[in-house]
């Protein structure tokens, strides 16, 4: 039985109604203070986005964009390497979500059960990784010894594994998957790969929504790995792309001379103007993917497994 | 299932582990010495003089910093295929991104697979051992370098190391103007208001004052700034030319120092009469803060002072709303290029002996000291400096890589000068910096010109000529007294690094705090029993020591 | 690994890491010694403490309130809308906060005068630093932060609830017996990893909010690494001070992951 979330149950039975009404009340509100409050940075960012930048810095644009130009959208999709970067960055996402998840699920779970050997002690190597690492020049050759320098797989094996996805994911096997239950299959004879492939996985939509998500913001995100271990400019993610890019209208007072002073000064403008906008080109997708998501969370995913 | 999966987990993190340490113990192969080869019938390999510079190909590795604005690859650099052409010598580029600079010049280096020359700043006191010396080898192999070290000696001392070695060539861009830092102010507002240029501070307090309240830009709104700057954002960086560190000058003080490319010159030390000094807590430096507060206090300096960032200043800058303000390079830097021609550049304040002070560059132009270095893995570093030497011993040469192709960049006058050609450029680029640093080496660069190269050029544009005077106006007062640029002790450079970050820190806090809450004698006691607390001894003696060391050098 | 050996030595590129001088704790002692030593770690402790302390609650609020919001759309539109500030970057939250509490033209302080209140330097006065800090990033990350939650929440058995309202449960009943003991163990662990991080304060934000006048509450251990080390002139020394920071990060992990072993029988191990 797919059941709704408590609230659409709760209007066919009375008795209650008036503490909860006032409850939902309440709880709307708090809502719609949290939208606004979120919502009017983010509207900013918008109609900055469009704004004179000297406007935007003097404090002139408040609700409305003013000294409307798309010279910054203009700037950033001149630049080629935009469409080149976006797809660059959908194929390391989403290969490196998918390997990171698999991992993930898979450590997440072994380390929830009890009965796994040295869990504790692979636990306590695991979080010790996360705690110190010898720094870019040791883990440089590493890589450069496995010969991953400019090879997109680096991008997504370096730091596609987080520990802390690790933790979170086994806290939620151990909180929804009751050694009773892995008991009563057990009894039933089902056995270890079975009972994780037909009964921990369908229950574990939540979670692998959640570190879905992770993995695939966080490469999204990524550019450091990129900017050290990839040099061919075609296989350079979004993000290092559009970092270029700021980095490029920003001014410098010596090395430079008087012909260079008229665009030198456009770049300044322009790259105040694309500050804004790059945050919208780059986040866009990820924010709309969101939605998709959004179901998982919502729908109840205990199919009816539980007794007592 | 759960067994092997534990047991599988824990021979990954074994083998991880393990993997990890292995590579991290691979030491890598012994660094080749330079040395002189022959070829089968025993010709060196090198040529001592002409073209071409080796008799048998080769190939050299060269690691550089790609400029920002370059579109296109080493590779195809005129000058490069120009070069291949004629030396011989085949290159291998392996080009860095600016932002990956530092990370990737530190991991190259420890990772004993060198290249054979590395294009690009560098901190030389901490790499010195990866890179050859140079000095023994330049009169065979690169007499230009040799000639033009004779005849700028502040130059080669810059570049050289405590040890007496030189481990780099320099990039030395003259642009013939020892002044890059000045003050203005906006002529239009004093003659709408009738008031002359002000020479001493009080004089500038009336026209500050004057600006603030008697509206001359004429609007009918309070709206005007006297005086404006902005803090630099990395505050262990002090060059910025529009902080108020700036307006020491008006007191007879300077910010001095040799620091490092990232943290700046500025060390907040100065040198008079042969001693070094710390700026901060002479008594002139009293009077400078007192100064500014009461300017602070009435309202005549930009509440957004300590606060605002660069394009905060700017913005303002920009819709003309500052009276009074420093600068390097160009007006327009500021104030756009359409409040430009309201401002006038005029001497600091008289300090209390009459005296104006200015802070020149000690070079006058840019300057990178470690841009060439040839590695100790380079077997051909004759070869290297030969295709140096070929680079720069002729002005051809000079302009072709850096400034590019005739015609392209540049044109040739009817009298002979040299012009740029700033109004149209080929397809592909967008400005004049990504044509100059895409088809020529530019800003990244080894080239090295003096003024005879700079007189080449024509100036014609009414900026660079306002520059240009501002230049002269300027010279009778440059302070002369400096400290030379140069390179110290790695541990002394380290040192110098951790305490000038403290030191910073604490001035610009303690300037901003005096600004704005006022300064008086038990503030300024605390203060200077802070700087004793600091060790600004001995700061001041690894400066004193240097600066001796750099006057006997360069008697 | 290998690599935090560079915090005993004086590390130059060309000597590696087995050829450089081994100089035991002197990069260490350098850096308690400093002047300034004890204002980075209370600078760094006070902000990181005040920022798990007050932002741990919030997600967890938000994740309920969004559990129980009445109408889909609003519940949905809330949901999208709290988690967005998480991807704007550093540069440009930081230039929105400047633009917006600018003494002179910031919105804020335009509104402020209006009052008839004296302009507040919310940027420069150390004071409001590490308030500023704190309360920009909860406005930034608890939307992101609170889908965890959610979706351990959505992960509780439908039926408990029916149960319970059978046995005639009000919603705020409901929260209190169902769904915080659900969402306890994902809460107490994600505890635990952030105490793991409380010598980390970030740098990229701490540096672009620093102003000159804030200096004295705004400089934290990272800022002065990057400022120290900057060019990589100072390998070993900002080693050293890296290796300090995550022994820090790692004895505070294992104290509070045993404290709330003892308290709420579960932890890491």
Redesign the interface.
């Known amino acids: 039985m797919d059941c709704g979330k408590g609230g659409n149950v709760m209007s066919l039975r009375t008795g209650k109604g008036k503490e909860d009404t006032f409850f939902d009340i309440i709880v709307a509100i708090i809502a719609i203070i949290a939208l606004i409050v979120t919502l009017y940075p983010l509207y900013f960012i918008v109609i900055a986005s469009i704004s004179d930048?000297?406007a935007v810095?003097?404090g002139d644009v408040i609700l409305l964009p003013k000294g409307i130009n798309f010279v910054g959208y203009k700037y950033i999709f001149e630049e080629q390497k935009i469409w080149l970067g976006y797809r660059n960055t959908i194929f390391y996402t989403v290969v490196g979500t998918l390997f990171g998840v698999t991992v993930t699920l898979?450590?997440g779970?072994?380390l929830s059960?009890k009965?796994?050997?040295?869990?504790n002690v692979?636990m306590k190597?695991?979080v010790f990784t996360m705690f110190f690492n010898?720094g870019?020049?040791?883990t440089?050759?590493?890589v450069?010894?496995?010969n991953l320098v400019n090879n997109p797989l680096v991008l997504i094996i370096l730091g596609s594994v987080w520990v802390y996805n690790i933790i979170i994911t086994r806290t939620f096997f151990q909180s929804t998957l009751p050694e009773e239950m892995r008991e009563a299959a057990f009894i039933d004879g089902c056995?270890?790969?079975r009972f994780?492939i037909s009964i921990a996985i369908p229950l574990s939509k939540a979670i692998v929504a959640v570190i879905s998500l992770f993995y695939a913001v966080g490469h999204w995100n990524s550019y450091f790995n990129a900017?050290?271990y990839i040099?061919k400019k075609e296989l350079h993610p979004l993000q290092l792309i559009l970092?270029?890019l700021l980095?490029?209208g920003q001014?410098l007072?010596?090395?430079?001379?008087?012909?260079?002073?008229?665009?030198?000064?456009e770049?300044?403008r322009i790259a105040?103007a694309i500050k804004y906008g790059v945050i919208i080109v780059s986040t866009l997708p990820v924010i709309i993917a969101y939605p998709l998501l959004q179901k998982y969370f919502v729908k109840g995913v205990m199919i009816g497994s539980i007794k007592g | 299932?759960?067994?092997k999966?534990?047991?599988s987990?824990?021979i990954l993190?074994l083998v991880v582990?393990t993997?990890?340490?292995i590579?991290?113990?691979?030491?890598?192969k012994d660094p080749d010495k330079g040395n002189t080869e022959t070829t089968k019938d025993s010709k060196p390999v090198v040529n001592k003089t002409g073209l071409p510079i080796v008799n048998e190909p080769i190939t050299l590795k060269m690691m550089v910093s790609k400029h920002?604005?370059d579109k296109i690859t080493w590779a195809e650099k005129p000058c490069i295929i120009k070069a291949e052409e004629e030396t011989g010598i085949k290159f291998e580029w392996?080009?860095?991104?600016?932002?990956?600079w530092?990370?990737?010049?530190?991991?190259t280096?420890?990772?004993?697979d060198l290249p054979d020359a590395i294009i690009g700043g560098a901190?030389l006191p901490?790499?010195?051992?990866?890179f050859l010396p140079l000095n023994n080898l330049l009169g065979d192999y690169a007499p230009y370098a040799q000639e033009y070290f004779n005849k700028h000696p502040e130059i080669k001392f810059a570049s050289t190391l405590p040890d007496g070695n030189l481990y780099s060539l320099p990039l030395v861009?003259i642009?013939g103007n020892n002044a890059?830092v000045g003050y203005a102010i906006n002529k239009v507002w004093l003659d709408n208001l009738s008031l002359d240029i002000p020479e001493t501070t009080e004089e500038l307090y009336n026209v500050l004052k004057a600006f603030k309240e008697k509206d001359p830009n004429k609007n009918n709104e309070q709206d005007e700034i006297p005086y404006s700057c902005f803090?630099n954002?990395?505050?262990?960086n002090t060059d910025s030319?529009s902080s108020i560190n700036t307006m020491i000058w008006n007191f007879g003080l300077v910010n001095d120092g040799i620091g490092?490319?990232?943290?700046g010159t500025s060390d907040y030390v100065m040198a008079e009469n042969g001693k070094v000094l710390f700026v901060p807590t002479d008594e002139r430096f009293y009077d400078f803060l007192e100064y500014m507060s009461k300017l602070f206090s009435e309202g005549l300096m930009?509440?957004?002072s300590?606060?605002?960032?660069n394009?905060?200043y700017?913005?303002?800058g920009?819709?003309g709303l500052i009276g009074f303000f420093t600068y390097?390079?160009?007006e327009?830097?500021v104030v756009?290029?359409e409040y430009s021609d309201q401002y006038i550049n005029i001497l600091p304040m008289k300090d209390k002996n009459g005296n104006h002070t200015i802070m020149p560059t000690k070079i006058s132009g840019?300057f990178t000291y470690s841009v060439f270095k040839i590695t100790?893995a380079c077997k051909y570093p004759e070869a290297l400096l030969r295709l140096w030497d070929y680079a720069n011993s002729t002005f051809e040469n000079r302009l072709l890589w850096s400034w590019g192709v005739e015609n392209e960049a540049w044109e040739k006058l009817d009298d002979g000068k040299i012009a740029?050609i700033?109004s149209s450029f080929p397809e592909g680029f967008?400005?004049?910096?990504e044509l100059r640093n895409s088809r020529s080496t530019g800003?990244s660069g080894f080239w090295i010109w003096d003024e005879d190269d700079y007189n080449m050029f024509s100036i014609t544009?009414p900026?660079?000529k306002k520059?240009l005077e501002k230049g002269e106006s300027y010279k009778p007062y440059l302070k002369k007294d400096l400290i030379p640029l140069g390179q110290d002790e790695?541990e002394v450079?380290?040192d110098r690094?951790?305490m000038s970050?403290?030191i910073k820190?604490?001035i610009?806090?303690f300037?901003?705090?005096s600004v704005?809450k006022g300064i008086d004698r038990s503030r300024w006691e605390t203060h200077l029993e802070n700087c004793r607390?600091?060790?600004v001894e001995k700061f001041v003696n690894d400066y004193q020591n240097y600066y001796d060391r750099a006057q006997e050098m360069l008697k | 690994?290998?690599?935090l050996q560079i915090a005993f030595k004086n590390f130059?590129?060309?000597?590696?890491?087995?050829g450089s001088d081994w100089v035991g704790f002197k990069h260490f002692n350098?850096f308690f010694n400093?002047?300034?030593f004890w204002t980075l770690l209370k600078n760094t402790l006070f902000l990181s403490i005040y920022h798990l302390i007050v932002s741990f609650p919030f997600p967890i609020f938000l994740a309920l309130v969004l559990n129980y919001t009445p109408f889909h759309k609003l519940k949905k539109i809330t949901q999208t809308v709290t988690y967005a500030p998480y991807f704007i970057s550093m540069v440009v939250m930081v230039g929105m906060m400047?633009v917006f509490f600018?003494?002179?033209?910031g919105i804020v302080n335009v509104v402020i005068r209006s009052l008839g209140k004296e302009?507040i330097?919310f940027?420069?006065d150390p004071k409001m630093f590490r308030h500023m800090y704190v309360w920009s990033g909860i406005w930034q990350s608890t939307g992101w932060s609170s889908i965890i939650y959610i979706a351990t929440l959505a992960s509780v058995s439908p039926e408990l609830h029916e149960a319970s309202i059978v046995d005639g449960a009000n919603k705020f009943q409901r929260i209190w017996y169902i769904d915080i003991p659900s969402i306890l163990p994902t809460a107490v662990i994600i505890l635990i990893l952030n105490a793991g991080r409380i010598m980390n304060v970030g740098f990229e934000k701490t540096?672009?909010m620093?102003?000159?006048?804030n200096?004295?509450r705004s400089?934290v251990i990272s800022t002065?690494v990057y400022?120290?080390g900057?060019?990589?002139?100072?390998?070993s020394?900002a080693a050293a001070i890296g290796l300090f920071n995550n022994v820090i990060n790692f004895s505070v992990l294992l104290i509070v992951n045993k404290i709330s072993n003892k308290v709420a029988d579960s932890g890491l191990w």
């Not at chain 1, 009965?115 to 869990?119: E, Q, V």
């Not at chain 2, 590579?23 to 890598?28: D, E, M």
């Not at chain 2, 901490?126 to 990866?130: P, V």
């Open positions: 930048p000297n810095l003097l898979l450590a779970y072994a059960r009965d796994l050997i040295g869990r692979i190597i695991m010898g870019l020049i040791p440089y050759m590493v450069s010894s496995l056995g270890n790969l994780f900017l050290i040099t970092r270029e980095i490029q001014s007072v010596t090395n430079m001379d008087s012909s260079e002073m008229e665009s030198l000064i770049r300044e105040q | 299932m759960s067994k999966l534990s047991k987990l824990c993190v582990f993997i990890s340490m590579s991290g113990c691979v030491a890598g920002r604005n392996t080009e860095i991104q600016g932002s990956a530092n990370e990737m010049l530190g991991v280096l420890a990772s004993k901190n901490l790499y010195a051992d990866s861009h642009t890059p803090q954002e990395n505050t262990a030319p490092n490319p990232f943290t930009d509440r957004d300590f606060v605002q960032k394009q905060d700017k913005a303002k920009n819709k390097g390079g160009y327009d830097t756009g290029t840019d100790t740029k700033t967008s400005t004049y910096s800003m544009e900026r660079d520059y790695l450079t380290q690094a951790t970050t403290e820190n604490y610009t806090n300037v901003a705090e704005i607390k600091l060790d | 690994m290998y690599g130059t590129p060309a000597k590696g890491y087995l350098k400093s002047y300034h400047f600018l003494p002179t033209t302009t330097d940027l420069g540096f672009l620093q102003t000159a006048s200096l004295s400089e002065y400022k120290v900057i060019m990589g002139v100072q390998y020394y």
